[in-house]
């Protein structure tokens, strides 16, 4: 019995070696895959629960609707934390970036009164997108890259800025508008030439853009501008 | 092998008289079915608080449905004293053991399907086609669960049924914790703490291993390169936990 006491040991402790090995290997790829979760405390009881069981998602999900709630009530300053603390929960979830950038450049900008307040939470909005992008798994998607440009071409009015960001979403999957809304902001930022390569792009690939691109490129060719 | 797939068969159709197993797989199927009630939110949103609640319901109950059928597995045997009638017979304790730890998977395995098969419809019926990242989930979910079964299963050697319970919930959150440890021990600069802790790391079940969901439903994909070494990791713990259960079963006087 005690000889079989000792084999049992000794293949458990082989087992652990293997066991170390393969966790070696689990949190190399953890690392490379982007898999890895944050260290967190926060935010609040129910959340941090949720959290202790590996339920981060959920946790998300639960904030997402008490922000939903907040916001057909309009309390929009309400509603900053929250998408903080899921920005925090579950960074990969892009929608929270672009709703909160969002959020705060168009909405609360809206609420605000002076030129200064409305300054900020543009600031605030460009920061909470340029944020997401610090992601990883966020800078491989259109996403955020689009709502910067479009934030820094609709609102700011920056337009170097909404080519550089938009340029970026383009080299990613996207929908047929991303290319429309770049054509514009070449146009806005002087580059006519580019303006048009881009609207003839637009033209030759999108059906739905065909009429608009066709009209757009005879304006730029003609008057030497296009968009009102 | 006989022997022991009749004492596998056996168990499962023990734990299928048991009523609390039913109604756990119940609640499961209302809290799947509950997610059908975010229809208010966008398709994006709905479709992912959808995987959100399937995945976690699938995960939680059937860590209750793995943990409440190992408890009972072997001490009811001990308790009605049906086991002394087994081990009279030609049966090695070895058999026992396995048997009970197959039994179980089994029972694991049909909850598994039928609360997958559920969230599926689910799906399907939002027209949306699980990928195949979805089924990685459902996958290493199943691994987990396996492995919460066979360490409640291996307690049960050699615990009571209360400790058992406790202790299979207390590993269960700390083997969700394991990967904070992991950053913990890397910020720590004393070389005593660090190499204990490391051990300690190696030594606790690391559940959070198995947890993609929360990169799936976002639309992450995870290689199958890290499934297979989880799904390896899975097997390799199981082993270890079934040997120190017939470790002790080997041990105990009955």
Redesign the interface.
């Known amino acids: 019995m005690r000889r079989k006491g000792y084999r049992y040991l000794i293949s458990i402790v082989v087992l652990f070696v293997g066991v170390h090995l393969v966790q070696v290997q689990i949190d190399y790829r953890k690392k490379i895959e982007n898999l890895e979760s944050n260290l967190l405390l926060m935010p609040g009881q129910i959340a941090g629960s949720l959290v202790l069981g590996g339920f981060k998602g959920l946790a998300a999900d639960l904030l997402w609707l008490n922000m939903e709630e907040y916001w057909h009530k309009g309390q929009h300053y309400k509603i900053l934390p929250l998408l903080e603390a899921i920005a925090w929960l579950q960074p990969s979830y892009i929608l929270v970036w672009t709703v909160g950038g969002w959020h705060m450049a168009y909405n609360i900008y809206a609420e605000v009164k002076t030129p200064e307040e409305k300054q900020y939470w543009y600031q605030q909005g460009i920061e909470f997108l340029k944020k997401g992008l610090a992601y990883p798994f966020n800078a491989n998607k259109y996403d955020i890259y689009f709502e910067l440009g479009w934030t820094y071409y609709h609102k700011g009015k920056d337009y170097p800025n909404a080519v550089k960001y938009l340029e970026k979403a383009v080299k990613y999957p996207h929908p047929e508008y991303v290319d429309d809304v770049l054509a514009h902001a070449y146009e806005k930022n002087g580059q006519i030439d580019k303006a048009i390569k881009q609207w003839e792009f637009v033209r030759d690939n999108y059906v739905s853009f065909f009429d608009i691109a066709t009209r757009m490129i005879h304006d730029l060719k003609t008057k030497g501008k296009a968009t009102p | 092998m006989k022997k022991m797939w009749t004492i596998a068969v056996n168990t499962f159709r023990e734990s299928m008289r048991k009523k609390t197993l039913y109604i756990i797989l119940i609640f499961a199927l209302i809290v799947i079915g509950a997610s059908k009630l975010?229809s208010?939110?966008t398709a994006?949103?709905e479709l992912?608080?959808i995987k959100?609640?399937s995945?976690?319901a699938i995960?939680?109950f059937g860590a209750l449905i793995a943990i409440f059928a190992s408890i009972t597995a072997i001490s009811t045997e001990i308790e009605r004293r049906t086991i002394y009638t087994l081990l009279t017979k030609p049966i090695r304790r070895s058999d026992f053991v396995l048997g009970k730890f197959f039994g179980v998977s089994l029972i694991i395995f049909v909850n598994f399907i039928l609360t997958t098969l559920f969230f599926i419809g689910l799906l399907l019926f939002k027209k949306s086609i699980p990928d195949i990242e979805v089924f990685k989930t459902l996958l290493l979910i199943f691994f987990e669960l396996i492995l919460i079964g066979g360490i409640t299963l291996a307690l049960g050697t050699f615990t009571t049924d209360a400790f058992n319970i406790i202790c299979s919930f207390f590993l269960?959150?700390v083997g969700?914790?394991t990967?904070?440890g992991?950053?913990?021990i890397e910020r720590t600069e004393n070389i005593v703490v660090a190499g204990l802790a490391d051990m300690l790391?190696?030594?606790v079940p690391?559940?959070?291993?198995f947890?993609?969901?929360?990169?799936i439903?976002?639309?992450?994909s995870?290689?199958w390169?890290?499934v297979g070494?989880?799904i390896?990791?899975g097997i390799?713990?199981t082993?270890?936990v079934l040997?120190?259960a017939?470790?002790f079963f080997?041990?105990r006087e009955i």
């Open positions: 975010f208010f939110l994006e949103e992912k608080m959100d609640v995945f976690s995960e939680f269960y959150i969700h914790l990967s904070y992991k950053e913990m790391y190696t030594l690391n559940y959070e291993n947890n993609i969901r929360d990169k439903v976002v639309g992450i995870v290689s390169g890290y070494y989880t390896l990791y390799l713990y082993c270890i040997l120190i017939l470790y080997q041990k």
